[in-house]
């Protein structure tokens, strides 16, 4: 188990190379990360000896978030609630995204089974809040979490030259809106 004083290290940086990818996207400079996490370039070397490791391990933690969100979200809100402020939960961590598509497909293998990862943990999570938001009438059921989460990082996608999320966030209420059409209570199609 990591000394507490390196796991602070290790959270300083994954969270300051989060805010930076949102910002610069992952080729940012790692000089910038370190500033802003407080550490030296030694130090997040030490911890991500490559520009990679870094990048899967702040994409695990992501993964690790929203997963844990749907739980918490699920036992805290109403089921159409909990599916609405996951998928906005959701668009935000398609923000820190900037260049990942790119470098999870470079062939690095510090990247491997990451998509394995997510959908294996993201899916059941987000599958869980569909169905239970199907069950209460307040979706159409049958409804796919991968397919969905899919379709929310699609519209979660700036445009080029474009980096707000204010836009992300409109697409994907409509989408969601759009998860209403043919719902009704005890989540049975009409006709």
Do not use: C
Not at 57 to 63: D, L, S, T
Not at 144 to 154: H, P, Q, V, Y
Not at 168 to 186: F, P, Q
């Amino acid at each position: 188990m990591p000394r507490a004083d390196a796991q602070r290290n290790v959270d300083a940086l994954l969270s300051a190379a989060k805010d930076e990818f949102t910002a610069h996207g992952v080729d940012v400079p790692v000089r910038a990360i370190a500033a802003r996490a407080g550490v030296g370039t030694a130090t997040l070397y030490r911890h991500f000896p490559l520009r990679s490791d870094l990048i899967a391990a702040v994409f695990r933690r992501e993964i690790d978030d929203v997963t844990a969100l749907a739980a918490r979200l699920a036992a805290t809100h109403p089921p159409v609630e909990a599916l609405e402020l996951w998928a906005q939960r959701y668009t935000e961590f398609v923000a820190t995204k900037h260049g990942l598509g790119a470098a999870l497909h470079s062939g690095d293998p510090a990247y491997s089974g990451l998509r394995e990862y997510f959908e294996g943990n993201a899916g059941p999570a987000l599958q869980r809040l569909l169905d239970e938001a199907a069950d209460a009438g307040e979706i159409r059921p049958g409804v796919d979490a991968i397919e969905l989460i899919g379709a929310i990082a699609n519209l979660s996608a700036p445009p080029p030259g474009e980096r707000g999320s204010e836009r992300a966030g409109r697409m994907v209420g409509l989408l969601l809106d759009g998860l209403r059409y043919g719902a009704t209570a005890g989540g049975r199609l009409n006709g």
